[in-house]
């Protein structure tokens, strides 16, 4: 690995850069420096603590290889997810997750043990998974540049992703990273909304890799909500299982405990607040699981002087986008590449429509997509990387980031403006969890006017210039999100559609998009045909 370092510019080359150091980041960086690559990994914040897994505990989709118990697991959410999975991909994961769980306990991760004293390898902490795999990748080789957002990809005059350019958030300082392949795994897309460890989850790598060329699958299942304290930023839902839901009043919501139930609290928050307790079903064993197994659920409570299993306390919903939605970049292929040669995605960047169609699968299939899809993006983009040679080094590049990065007119425009404007579109549940064709073409209309707002503003002096990427990214990405509801005129998973109330058989296939001043929508078998008559 080649390094300049001067006082106004860090100058990197290696065969692999992941963006990105959460689950899927590191997995990706372990895997790729294993396969014998040089990989440097440059993080948002600080590789090992930032991003939704590094915030708590982590579920984890971990099945033993017993042919009942796997097609229990497969089968479970397929209807959920309006039939949009892939068996063959379900089967993949699970083996490797398998595999990799069992090889973190090898390695000595301390998983937690039950009262019979048997090992619990379904849940990870995040802040020790997190560490352990900073200290993973770190003895693999792996240079980390932490604090150090990147804010544009690079391509070779053939459109092949050659690295990255980006500026450390402490320093001021820039920095570019030449590389023969790159693996973005930049989670996905909260829109800033105070959900747990989400704040840095801003669909960067979304925007970088549509500029680069890369597609989307899914887009139209990225609007997830999280039932949340009102008074908090926990974010972790499972516990509501237990929970009563009533009115001001103190009466009961009915169906608000239901499948169906974050749909009745939101109508119901539309109007009125709701509130909780934890108060059913509950033992004393079943209370010293819950705060063993997601300490951090209870300290706002604690904080606060109240008992979350006796006293009720207001409830709300924050958006959790892509980050437990499904939508994000497409796969092309079992190695995790993208559409556009040299970049490969894992973790919430990437769709995970394969595995749970178009319902969220929650903390416990993201948490196996991650270190699944990681380490296979890691070692595929290894091997790319290695079979290119050394020429690949010497490629002339360029930067091809846009928005909000380096604008076209002599306009100005604020990002902390831009961002709440965003939020007003994506943060109502009569927009975006409610959707009607009138509501979201309204929507489209002002976010479509923003993103143009910020395509002629001037480049942004350095102190905006990462607040100004962020406003970009999530703008694109609410696009993306709308106008692939748009597209879909049904109601089909988590997209629910005022409009058109019913599943429709004639509907089940992914949609695909991508565009960025232009956003285009097409059904999966559409997109694939033309590749074929491209080729």
């Known amino acids: 690995m080649n390094i300049r370092q001067d006082v106004s510019h860090i100058d990197l080359i290696t065969d692999v850069l ?68 892939d068996r063959h991909w379900m089967t ?15 390695e000595g991760y301390p998983f937690s043990v039950d009262a019979d004293g048997k090992v619990i390898r379904r849940s990870l902490q995040g ?45 001021g300082e820039r920095w570019t990273v030449r590389s023969k392949a790159v693996v973005i795994a930049t989670g996905g897309c909260a829109f800033l909304s105070k959900a747990l460890g989400c704040n840095v989850l801003t669909g960067d790598g979304l925007l970088m890799a549509a500029e680069a060329g890369a597609d989307f699958s899914g887009m139209e299942f990225s609007n997830a909500y999280a039932i949340s304290p009102a008074f908090s930023s926990v974010t972790k839902t499972r516990y509501y299982d237990w929970a009563s839901f009533t009115y001001e009043d103190g009466t009961v919501i009915e169906g608000a ?21 934890l108060d059913q079903n509950m033992d004393e064993q079943t209370k010293a699981w819950m705060r063993a197994s997601q300490p951090n659920f209870f300290v706002p409570f604690d904080r606060a002087g109240i008992d979350p299993f006796t006293q009720r306390f207001p409830v709300t919903l924050r958006l959790e986008g892509t980050v437990r939605g499904t939508g994000g970049i497409r796969i092309a292929d079992y190695t995790c590449a993208t559409s556009v040669n040299g970049l490969y995605a894992a973790g919430d960047a990437a769709t995970r429509e394969l595995i749970c169609g178009g319902f969220t ?29 050394e020429y690949a080094s010497q490629r002339s590049v360029q ?42 073409s309204a929507s489209l209309e002002r976010l479509d006017d923003l993103w143009q707002e910020i395509r002629n503003s001037h480049t942004p002096d350095d102190q905006q210039i990462v607040r100004s990427r962020e406003a970009a990214a999530m703008v694109a990405t609410a696009r993306w999100m709308y106008n692939s509801g748009l597209q879909r ?47």
Not at 70 to 76: I, K, L, Q, T, Y
């Open 127 to 171: 802040p020790d998974y997190m560490r352990f795999m900073r200290r993973k990748i770190k003895q693999a080789g792996v240079k980390i540049l932490d604090h150090s957002p990147a804010l544009e990809l690079l391509v070779d005059i053939e459109g092949s992703v050659a690295g990255a350019k980006g500026i450390n958030r402490q320093s």
């Open 361 to 389: 699968g929650g903390g416990s299939h993201n948490a196996a997509w991650a270190m699944s899809s990681g380490y296979w993006s890691g070692q595929s983009a290894a091997n790319y990387a290695l079979s290119l040679g």
């Open 92 to 106: 993949r994961v699970l083996d490797r997750t398998y595999d990799n769980i069992n090889s973190l306990a090898d």
């Open 399 to 440: 930067g091809v980031g846009e928005a909000g990065l380096h604008g076209e007119g002599n306009g100005t425009f604020s990002p902390d403006e831009a961002i709440a404007s965003t939020q007003a579109e994506v943060f109502p549940y009569d927009r975006n969890l409610f959707r009607t064709a009138t509501s979201l």
């Open 257 to 277: 405990g239901s499948k169906h139930g974050r749909s009745v609290i939101a109508k119901t928050l539309l109007t009125q607040p709701v509130y909780a307790c």
């Open 489 to 535: 005129q049904e109601t089909r998973g988590m997209h629910k559609r005022m409009d058109y109330p019913q599943q429709d058989p004639n509907q089940q296939y992914r949609l695909l998009s991508g565009g960025l001043d232009k956003i285009w929508v097409k059904p999966e078998s559409l997109v694939a045909t033309q590749e074929l008559v491209t080729v």
């Open 18 to 85: 992941i963006i990105g150091g959460g689950p899927a980041g590191t997995w990706a960086a372990w895997s790729a420096a294993t396969s014998g690559a040089k990989v440097v990994l440059v993080d948002k914040g600080y590789c090992g603590t930032s991003g939704a897994a590094a915030a708590s505990g982590n579920g984890v989709w971990y099945v033993p290889p017993d042919p009942e118990q796997r097609e229990a697991a497969m089968a479970s959410r397929e209807a959920m997810g309006g039939f949009l999975a």
